[in-house]
């Protein structure tokens, strides 16, 4: 959990975690040789950033819209214990989060999801075997990874460099909050 991660020691010395914002999105984005919003879990409108980022997985996840809409009605019950039920239609939802995304929208309800995430391994094993060449410790958590504060900067120069080498493009890295 997010409190616990805050609180990890790795021998005995406190860690820093980095993450790639918005990962998968961008990712689109640029995998279109397209430039990325700053902050790509978000959608026309006031909602939430959680609940765009779980619009987001359904988006890259299911074939057709509506089944992405009956995901995202489900979401609101399940994983925000119905608080959200009724406070947002799913389908304008939906809608204002893909005409914020127009660029990309082509792409949506494709299962781009498999790329996607055969392409996120791929930089998580480049990032992990470079701090294991040097024989430092580091922890991977989807999209974040986990090292001693004082090797902050060197992992931040490899994940830039394993985004690079896939999409040629810098990524956007912030620490995990």
């Known amino acids: 959990m997010k409190e616990e991660r805050e609180t990890l020691l790795i021998d005995g010395l406190p860690t820093v975690e980095l ?29 939430p950033r959680e609940v765009i980022k779980g619009l987001c997985m359904r988006v890259l996840n299911t074939t057709d819209r509506s089944a992405c809409i009956k995901s995202i009605d489900k979401m609101f019950t399940e994983e925000f214990d119905g608080v959200l039920k ?3 239609n799913p389908k304008q939802l939906l809608s204002d989060y893909e005409d914020f995304h127009e660029p990309i929208r082509n792409l949506f309800y494709s299962e781009q999801w498999l790329r996607l995430q055969h ?16 024989g430092l410790p580091i922890l991977g958590i989807h999209d974040s990874f986990i090292v001693q504060d004082r090797y902050e900067e060197d992992l931040r120069r490899e994940m830039s460099l394993a985004y690079q080498s896939i999409l040629q493009r810098e990524p956007l890295i912030t620490p995990y909050r």
């Open 19 to 47: 993450d790639f914002k918005s990962l998968h999105p961008r990712m689109l984005y640029h995998l279109q040789g397209l430039d990325a919003p700053e902050d790509c879990h978000q959608a026309n409108g006031d909602y």
């Open 119 to 134: 392409l996120d391994s791929v930089m998580a094993q480049k990032i992990m075997s470079a701090f294991t060449r040097r």
């Open 86 to 88: 009724g406070q947002y």
